[in-house]
């Protein structure tokens, strides 16, 4: 079984400064990593994922995270934010297994903007 | 392209009702999921579907069920209404049952059960 946990529920940012949004995992097996993110009021959309090869992965709109095996986290960063990065962001694991790819996600990260 | 569509957008229930929540994809996607979205315990897998005619419990089955007649469509059926069931669902869809990829979601269905 795997896990997801997402150490900070909010994270308030100023307009221009760099935010990280941390996110550690835990697998019985190989894992396969997600940034989703959730504009207000609407669904999910996909910000970078890790599936296999460099560790830093980059994705939409400034967006980075890296893979680190040994600490089993997956960081999300950006050097610096706007106001239209307020949203929700949700980190998500990803195994193989006799059902199929399923995503089990983490409780969320609420980013809030300030100008 | 419409993607995924679900209905109704919103919907309040009255405990006990049965309701039905609509999931159509038009990418031809094989594999299809319902999550629910609660504050704090972030999407929660209920049931998926790894190709037509096929469904699969996920984490919180309890109180649902799904059927997949088609390619496109994935509906979701409440039987019998409760309010631990007021939540936002989300639709979402990936190429393929058999490798990891992208989930694509659409954009969920706001539920009250009172």
């Known amino acids: 079984a795997q896990s997801v946990t997402q150490l900070d529920s909010q994270v308030p940012v100023f307009e221009e400064a760099p935010v990280e949004l941390r996110c550690n995992y835990s697998?019985?097996?190989?894992?396969?990593l997600f940034w989703y993110v959730q504009y207000p009021n609407q669904g999910l959309q996909l910000l970078l994922k890790?599936?296999?090869?460099?560790?830093l992965v980059k994705g939409i709109n400034g967006f980075e995270a890296e893979f680190n095996k040994s600490q089993t986290s997956f960081h999300l960063r950006k050097p610096s934010v706007h106001i239209s990065d307020t949203a929700e962001y949700f980190c998500?694991?990803?195994?193989?297994?006799?059902?199929?790819?399923?995503?089990?996600f983490g409780g969320g990260t609420r980013v809030l903007v300030k100008p | 392209i419409a993607g995924i569509t679900q209905a109704p957008t919103s919907q309040i229930l009255a405990a006990g009702r049965r309701m039905t929540l609509r999931c159509t994809q038009d990418?031809?996607?094989?594999?299809m999921y319902w999550y629910r979205q609660d504050l704090g315990l972030g999407l929660r897998l209920i049931h998926y579907?790894?190709?037509?005619?096929?469904?699969g419990k996920g984490e919180v089955p309890d109180g649902y069920s799904v059927s997949r007649a088609n390619t496109d469509d994935f509906p979701l059926t409440l039987a019998s209404a409760v309010p631990s069931q007021t939540s936002v669902y989300f639709c979402?869809?990936?190429?393929?049952?058999?490798?990891?990829?992208?989930?694509?979601f659409g954009p969920g269905t706001r539920l009250t059960v009172l």
């Open positions: 579907s790894n190709t037509a005619g096929t469904t």
């Open positions: 697998s019985s097996v190989s894992v396969y």
């Open positions: 998500a694991v990803s195994a193989m297994g006799a059902a199929g790819n399923k995503l089990t």
């Open positions: 890790y599936l296999s090869g460099s560790t």
């Open positions: 979402a869809s990936s190429v393929d049952a058999g490798r990891v990829d992208t989930q694509y």
């Open positions: 990418m031809r996607h094989n594999a």
